[in-house]
């Protein structure tokens, strides 16, 4: 059976990997992203790969009053939409939103504000739908803010809330919301970062994450072993944790 | 980060960037034009090449950019990014009935390595090598503008950069042609013979089949000196065959080499035995079987990790061509020093290459082609010195894609097109962007 499925920041790595593996089972697939020159590219590549039908659109998604009609688009291409992964994102400088309210704020808008946006189009919709799966991207740096990066972590925490909200609020309605924590992988927004033994490719997260579709899943960490990390993480008591130089 | 090729010789310390879109490339080029004179940087792909060719200072890694960019699905022609791997390739489209012109005995290699390689498999005398199924390049040169070429578009530029291994510029994309297959499986031939000659006599008789290759008992001496396997293969077609799905690919092996053997493991009479076993696994002068693709062309793809069974100090290896002239002479004298060193290699491999092609540094002419991997050990380079000798006396050259340690002497005496292809790198600039240990140590 092919799906229809809304892939939303397609040119991320971790999206990109997920969209090959739709396009292979010969999906038909929606695609969002900014940059229109990689959108066509990969595009042409789901195409190659397999997909059925390709549609897409480029728009800035901090461009919050575009969502409308882009879900609009989206919904006049496929009548129903069976899966949305939502992956765009920056990961911001730290010390840069500390320097300047206008980049913290911005980078809340582009990594919350937008995603809660989308969702709540979204989610009206597969409520009246009453079947489907709504996949997002957050981030384990969600599950505790730590001065290294508490910016980003605050955001990816407000989408984590709104996901539990949102799942208690469409159980009734057969659709699945997961909540998807990867913890380090290595795609081009972590280029700058020294690589060590817990990080892991764009291709294994994807495999996770269609799996984790598949069964239904309420969260997943991945890989794996960040679970039992943040288990620990957020289990240190506040006054070891504000001590620590994480 | 310690980088190194595939036979684990030499090492060096180098930065690695993995720009995944081409407009990234072009603006790395941009920022690192004035860099220091000294510091090298080579494009690199999955790091397949046996010896020291994709290593720099600065290497650019290829492996992310790697998308399908366009299909012909009546003419089977494929543009996709220099970074694809052939496995991708095959993984989506075998099930489409289509298979890579040209495949060397690893699918792990990218399309931009391929080029650069200028690589050749088991069906050259028919086929030719892999550029000679590239009909265009896109190509980013030291300037950072990107130019494309072929054949007959900047023709100079094309045959210096198939096969060029990375000198002249960093390549962004490139369009070739898939060919037509009914089944993902071979019929496979396979004849034991018992010295060299009855082993030439063989693939002369069977030149027409389209895949064609021998694995030899390099510790052979004296009358069963060259005996061999040869190994012919067919395209299965699909009447002949009885599976229901056969275009199915191969998934990926489980099998790894866990760890690096200790040196002992490694000796003449573990290689000995070896070769006594395999030669004499098969029984009968003349059998047939229908194979999968997989363990046909990749069968050492099946262990993850192969190259740890030569240990920590890793492996060289020696691939060289003397021409059809130097023949059965050349092959005996060469394969009789190697017998008497005592140093066999796990897969000696003999293949007969047809007719050469216009590229500069491209290593396939018409000739005989023996390739075998040597444990790395102090007195090795010494022997290695000596069948250099013999292998230009004949006029032989070696592949530079599996060379850790040839002289620069060697190189320019069995490269004789290389000012020509100096020349090239001049004009554009590239000799003073582009270089890696090998075109070092080569004089490049």
């Known amino acids: 059976m092919q799906k229809n499925i809304l892939i939303i920041g ?69 009548p129903k939409l069976d899966i949305v992964l939502i992956a765009h994102g920056t990961l911001p400088n730290q010390q840069a939103c500390q320097d300047d309210v206008e980049i913290a704020l911005q980078e809340i808008n582009i990594n919350a504000l937008s995603t809660v946006s989308l969702l709540t189009l979204l989610a009206n919709r597969f409520e009246a739908q009453k079947s489907g799966s709504i996949a997002v991207i957050s981030s384990v740096a969600g599950d505790r803010g730590r001065q290294s990066n ?17 799942r208690n609020r469409l159980n009734d309605s057969n659709v699945q919301v997961l ?63 504000k001590k620590l130089k994480l | ?194 010295n060299l000659s009855e082993t030439l006599e063989k693939f002369e008789q069977h030149d027409a089949a389209t895949y064609s290759v021998a694995w030899i008992d390099c510790l052979a001496t004296g009358k069963n000196l060259g005996r061999s396997l040869l190994m012919l293969g067919e395209h299965a077609l699909s009447e002949s065959n009885s599976n229901q799905n056969t275009l199915h690919v191969a998934p990926h092996s489980k099998l790894n080499m866990p760890l690096d053997l200790p040196g002992f493991t490694l000796n003449s009479l573990s290689v000995k035995a070896f070769n006594v076993l395999y030669y004499g696994k098969v029984r009968q002068q003349e059998s047939q079987r229908n194979v999968h693709y997989a363990p046909f062309f990749y069968p050492l793809d099946s262990i993850q990790n192969w190259n740890r069974m030569y240990g920590k100090k890793g492996f060289v290896q020696y691939q060289f061509v003397i021409p059809k002239s130097a023949g059965l002479v050349g092959l005996t004298e060469i394969l009789t020093e190697i017998a008497h060193s005592k140093r066999g290699s796990f897969l000696a491999v003999l293949k ?26 102090s007195t090795l380079f010494a022997f290695l010195n000596r069948l250099d000798d013999i292998v230009l006396n004949y006029g032989g050259k070696l592949y530079l894609t599996k060379d850790a340690r040839m002289s620069e002497k060697m190189f320019k005496q069995s490269y004789p097109l290389w000012e020509q292809f100096q020349e090239v790198r001049q004009q554009y600039d590239a000799h003073k962007a582009f270089n890696s240990l090998q075109s070092k140590r080569l004089g490049l």
């Open chain 1, 10 to 78: 397609a040119t991320s790595a971790i999206a990109k990997a997920t969209l090959r593996i739709y396009a292979e089972q010969n999906n038909n697939l929606y695609l969002v992203a900014r940059n229109e020159e990689q959108l066509k590219i990969i595009a042409e590549d789901a195409k190659i790969r397999g997909a059925n039908q390709v549609e897409m659109m480029a728009c800035d998604l901090a461009e919050l009053n575009t969502h409308q009609a882009l879900i609009e688009n989206v919904y006049a291409c496929y």
């Open chain 2, 1 to 194: 980060m310690k980088l190194t090729g595939w036979g684990r010789y030499p090492t060096i310390d180098s930065q690695s960037v993995f720009p995944n879109q081409p407009g990234l490339v072009k603006s790395l080029m941009h920022s690192t034009e004035h860099k220091h004179e000294h510091l090298t940087q080579i494009a690199r792909g999955l790091g397949r090449s046996y010896g020291d060719s994709s290593l720099a200072d600065h290497s650019i890694n290829l492996s992310k950019l790697d998308n399908f960019i366009s299909f012909n699905e009546n003419t089977g022609e494929l543009t996709c990014s220099a970074g694809l791997s052939f496995s991708e390739i095959l993984r989506v489209f075998i099930p489409k009935g289509w298979f890579l012109p040209v495949t060397p005995g690893t699918q792990f290699i990218t399309v931009g390595g391929a080029i650069a390689s200028d690589v050749h498999g088991k069906n050259h005398h028919i086929d030719g090598s892999f550029s000679e199924h590239v009909s265009k390049i896109t190509l980013c040169l030291a300037s950072g503008d990107a130019v494309e070429c072929s054949a007959t578009l900047n023709t100079p530029l094309f045959h210096a950069t198939c096969g060029g291994m990375g000198l002249t510029g960093i390549i962004l994309q490139a369009t070739f042609k898939l060919k037509r297959i009914e089944t993902a499986f071979i019929d496979e031939t396979t004849f034991k013979t018992t």
């Open chain 2, 352 to 377: 007969v290459f047809g007719k050469g092609n216009d590229n500069y540094l491209s290593f396939p002419e018409e000739g005989y082609t023996l390739a075998l991997d040597f444990k790395l050990d």
């Open chain 1, 150 to 166: 508490y910016v980003y972590g605050a955001a990816k925490g407000m989408v984590s809330t709104f996901l539990q909200g949102l």
């Open chain 1, 179 to 241: 909540d998807i924590k990867p913890g380090f992988v290595d795609t081009p927004m972590t280029a700058e970062f020294r690589k060590g033994a817990l990080w892991a490719q764009p291709e294994q997260v994807a495999q996770n994450i269609i799996k984790a579709i598949n069964s239904s899943r309420n969260t997943l960490y991945t890989p794996w072993f960040w679970w039992g990390i943040m288990f620990i993480i957020r289990n240190i008591p506040e006054f070891i944790f």
